[in-house]
């Protein structure tokens, strides 16, 4: 039982020798040498490594469509408040598109190939590819997307959690950004 204000027994730290951090060092080494053309998947790493590039090959693709999106209704925008969110348009196309490098680069490093196969895209995207007839419906179609994609993200959060950290807090990033889109798109409609 612990006393008022006494942290439970699993948050104390117990003293432990540096070096015996690690459980087998000379295994470690061995399994590194041994695996080396593995690249950044350890025999520890917690999920199939195929299943992992499927699902971010999905992000890649809906990421994809989003910059397409976005730079189609940047271009056909018109009307009178069409200026500063066509610019905002762009704005979001760019960050997606700073979104597929980060995805790509990620597929590669788990050893798989980033499939940005135009034919292959809406199939796999999770948000569509919509163009549309005025600017009050671009911004909604663009809003639309976000919301999709803040909901895939947090489901791929969720899945990559304590398996893969490092795919995880990448995603983390990218949903923080697809919130400030959504926020953004949204304050965009009430000042209609």
């Known amino acids: 039982m612990n ?3 006494e942290l439970p027994r699993e948050y104390h730290c117990e003293k432990r020798d540096p070096s015996k951090f690690l459980s ?3 295994t470690l080494r061995k399994r590194a040498r041994e695996q080396i053309m593995e690249g950044a998947v350890t025999h520890d790493y917690g999920i199939d490594p195929a299943q992992a590039i499927s699902v971010l090959n999905a992000a890649l693709a809906t990421e994809l469509v989003c910059v397409m999106r976005y730079r189609q209704h940047y271009y056909v925008a018109k009307g009178i408040h069409a ?3 066509a610019n905002e348009f762009l704005t979001h196309s760019n960050e997606e598109l700073g979104h597929v490098d980060q995805l790509a680069k990620r597929i590669v490093q788990l ?3 980033p499939d940005m196969d135009p034919a292959n895209l809406t199939a ?3 948000a569509e590819y ?3 007839p ?3 419906e671009m911004i909604r179609e663009n809003l639309v997307a976000e919301r999709i994609a803040v909901e895939s993200y947090r489901e791929m959060i969720s ?3 304590g398996k893969d950290p490092t795919t995880r807090t990448m995603l983390e990033g990218i949903l923080a950004m697809e919130e400030e889109h959504a926020d953004e798109l949204a304050d965009l409609l009430e000042d209609d």
């Open 124 to 126: 796999r995207a999770h």
């Open 3 to 5: 006393m008022p204000g």
């Open 111 to 113: 050893g798989g190939t």
């Open 130 to 132: 919509v163009e549309a």
């Open 24 to 26: 087998d060092v000379q």
């Open 134 to 136: 005025s600017l009050i």
């Open 159 to 161: 899945f990559f959690g």
């Open 83 to 85: 200026e500063p969110v």
